[in-house]
C-alpha cells in the first residue's frame, strides 16, 4: 500500500476539502509562513520527479519535531529528496554513509588528543546538523545504529559524561533498502519506534520516468541543485514559528478517543505479535495535527488521522512468523484496522 488515506470520504469536522498527502492543498495560504512550508514542495520538485507524498511527509516530521525513514528499492532518489529538501529550507545538512565498518564516533563524534595543549578536545561528528542524512542506515551493525539513539530522543550526544545539546533544528533522516535485500541488519525495534514515519518510495510510474529521463538528456545534474534552481523560500525561523502554530491546531476528545482506539486494534490484531505503544499514538497525534495545519485548519479530523496512520504506525508493529510465511504486509493489516474501527461523527 502506498503512503495514502485509507479513505477519501468527505469531512465531517467542517467544510475544509480532504486532501491526500501526495496532493498540495487548493488554494494560497493566507498565511505567509504556512504558504513558505507548502511552496518547499515545489523547489524540491524540480529535483525530484514524482514523490509529492514523501516530500509532505518530510515536512510533516520536521513540523513536529520527528524523524523520517526513507525505504525503497536503489536509484528512485532518497538521497537526492533530503538534499533537495534541505536546500529549499537553508538548512544545514550532514551525510553519513552507513558502512560495516563505521564506528559511533564516527557518527557523534568523540575525544581527540590535542598535543598542544597535553589534553584531549572533543571533536564533533557529522550528527551536529540540522538534518543528519544516514544513508542505508540497515548497512551498518547494530552497536553503531543504536549511536542514535539519544540523539533522535534527547536531542543531545553524550560523551566522556558531557551532555553537547544539537542544533535547533535537528532530524534523522535515513535512508534504508527493503530489509529483504543482501547485506542489511534490520533496525531494532528500540530505534525503528523513534522514527516518526516511515515512507515507502515506489518506484515511479511511465509518465514520471520518462520526465526523469528527459531532465537528465537536457543537462540535469543530481549533483548540483543550484543549477536545478531550487532556491531557500523558507529557514529555521519559519519552521519554528510554524512549529509554534501546530501545537495550537486542537484536537477534540473524540479524535483523540479514534487513534487510542487504532493503536489499541493493533494489539489485539491476530496478525501481530507486537502492537503499537503509546509513543506511537502520540506520534499519530502529533503528525495529523502538522497535516491539518499545512491543509489550512486548526482541528484536526479523523480523515487527518486515516491520512498519516500507514506512515506513523507500519514501523511500529511486528508480524508474527506465519503471517510472514503467507506473505501478508503490516500495510495490508493496518489498512484492515483502519477499515474495522468506527470513525467518530
Not at 519552521?239 to 476528545?253: F, I, Y
Not at 509513543?279 to 491520512?307: C, E, Q, Y
Not at 500507514?310 to 503490516?330: I, K, N, S, T, W
Request: with cysteine.
Amino acid at each position: 500500500m502506498s503512503d495514502q488515506p485509507a479513505g477519501d470520504a468527505p469531512g465531517r469536522y467542517g467544510d475544509a476539502p480532504v486532501t491526500t498527502l501526495a496532493g498540495p492543498p487548493a488554494y494560497r495560504a493566507p498565511d505567509p509562513v504556512r504558504q513558505a512550508l507548502l511552496d518547499v514542495r515545489h523547489e524540491v520538485a524540480k529535483a525530484v520527479v514524482g514523490q509529492e507524498a514523501t516530500v509532505t511527509g518530510m515536512l510533516i516530521a520536521l513540523l513536529s519535531r520527528g524523524h523520517v525513514l526513507l525505504e525503497g528499492v536503489p536509484g528512485v532518489a532518497k538521497t537526492l529528496l533530503v538534499r533537495a529538501l534541505s536546500a529549499a529550507l537553508s538548512l544545514d545538512t550532514k551525510r553519513v554513509q552507513f558502512t560495516p565498518d563505521l564506528m559511533p564516533g564516527d557518527v557523534t563524534g568523540s575525544l581527540v588528543y590535542d598535543a598542544a595543549n597535553s589534553d584531549f578536545s572533543f571533536r564533533e561528528g557529522p550528527v551536529f546538523t540540522n538534518v543528519l542524512l544516514a544513508d542505508e542506515i540497515n548497512r551498518t551493525p547494530p552497536k553503531t545504529q543504536a549511536s542514535l539513539l539519544e540523539a533522535m530522543e534527547e536531542r543531545q550526544v553524550s560523551v566522556d559524561g558531557v551532555s553537547r545539546p544539537l542544533p535547533v533544528p535537528f532530524i534523522v533522516a535515513a535512508t534504508q533498502n527493503p530489509v529483504e535485500y543482501e547485506g542489511t541488519y534490520p533496525l531494532p525495534e528500540a530505534q525503528l519506534d523513534r522514527f516518526l514515519l516511515k515512507l515507502t518510495m515506489p518506484l515511479p510510474d511511465r509518465a514520471a520516468e520518462i520526465e526523469v529521463i528527459r531532465r537528465h538528456a537536457t543537462g540535469f545534474d543530481p549533483r548540483d541543485l543550484a543549477a536545478a534552481g531550487i532556491r531557500p523560500v523558507a529557514g529555521a525561523d519559519e519552521l519554528e514559528r510554524a512549529r509554534r502554530a501546530v501545537a495550537d491546531v486542537a484536537v477534540a476528545p473524540e479524535v483523540m478517543g479514534y487513534i487510542v482506539d487504532l493503536v489499541r486494534a493493533t494489539r489485539s490484531a491476530p496478525s501481530f505479535q507486537l502492537g503499537v505503544s503509546p509513543r506511537g499514538a502520540t506520534a499519530l497525534m502529533n503528525a495529523a495535527r502538522a497535516w491539518a495545519w499545512l491543509s489550512g485548519r486548526d482541528f484536526v479530523t479523523p480523515d487527518d488521522v486515516k491520512a498519516l496512520a500507514l506512515p506513523c504506525l507500519r514501523h511500529r508493529v511486528a508480524l508474527r512468523p506465519e503471517a510472514l510465511m503467507d506473505g501478508v504486509q503490516a500495510d495490508d493489516v493496518l489498512g484492515s484496522i483502519l477499515t474495522s474501527v468506527p470513525v467518530p461523527r
